[in-house]
């Protein structure tokens, strides 16, 4: 799935993008699904579905409910459909390419953006959360519809997987690095639909609002080597959404 220029790249930038990771007829199920989801939410458990701040403060009231959904959490783990995803050979591919044979689901979810009421995920390395001990973690970030700087794409910084982790401070969403990078380091991701981004784990990324009427969701998925420590605890100890039989 990854040519060694993609995997060298990766290698040395912290990224690669892979053109036509799902196709149209997946993305269509991707999209009534998460309808499906967010129209009967008492289907699932309440730790899947993350709301906009500005509709649970009252602030804005969506015309329909999946219109003020930030993220669906744990997809992997609570969803067959996008379980899917995760085993498919080509996903298990760009992992295994990257990470060696032995790897499992780390963390799964939706990433929203609604228009109108979504606002900026600040800069972050994903690893601060983790804290994946050597950091062998990789992110797939699938655009579900057109994604572009108006409607909130993935901008990260070429190269920043390669020191470590950075000072991060706040909470919750907003946790997130102390110091925001130049503007000159800064690389927007605007993708087509299907396209991933492939990133390293402590690579910096952001998304700013999204300022158009137009949705702009994502997978994200993100994989691991299988002996990895976890803040102080094993990945066994910590448990995955989904394991794969490395042999
Ligand atoms: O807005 C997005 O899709 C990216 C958000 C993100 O990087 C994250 O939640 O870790």
Not at 23 to 34: G, K, L, N, R, Y
Not at 46 to 74: S, T
Not at 149 to 159: A, R
Not at 221 to 228: K, L, N, P, R, V
Request: overall charge negative; charged content about 20%; hydrophobic content about 35%.
């Amino acid at each position: 799935m990854l040519s060694e220029t993609q995997v060298q790249q990766f290698t040395d930038q912290g990224f690669a993008l892979v053109n036509g990771l799902i196709s149209a007829d997946d993305i269509e199920a991707v999209c009534s699904e998460i309808s499906r989801i967010c129209e009967s939410p008492q289907d699932f458990p309440a730790e899947v579905i993350q709301h906009e701040p500005q509709v649970l403060q009252g602030e804005f009231k969506p015309e329909r409910l999946e219109l003020g959904v930030r993220k669906l959490f744990k997809i992997v783990k609570h969803n067959d459909f996008f379980r899917g995803f995760a085993a498919r050979a080509e996903w298990l591919d760009v992992a295994r390419a990257l990470l060696g044979p032995d790897v499992y689901v780390l963390q799964s979810m939706l990433m929203m953006k609604p228009p109108e009421c979504s606002g900026t995920k600040v800069w972050h390395q994903d690893n601060a959360y983790f804290r994946i001990s050597p950091p062998k973690v990789v992110g797939l970030w699938v655009a579900c519809d057109e994604a572009t700087v108006e409607n909130g794409c993935m901008h990260i910084v070429p190269g920043s997987h390669r020191n470590g982790i950075a000072p991060h401070s706040g909470d919750g969403d907003n946790y997130g690095m102390t110091d925001a990078p130049n503007d000159n380091e800064v690389l927007a991701v605007p993708l087509q639909p299907g396209d991933a981004l492939i990133f390293h784990g402590e690579l910096f990324h952001f998304t700013p609002p999204n300022q158009t009427s137009q949705r702009r969701r994502a997978l994200q998925y993100h994989y691991a080597a299988c002996g990895c420590e976890i803040g102080g605890q094993t990945w066994l100890d910590v448990g995955s959404e989904l394991d794969f039989d490395g042999s």
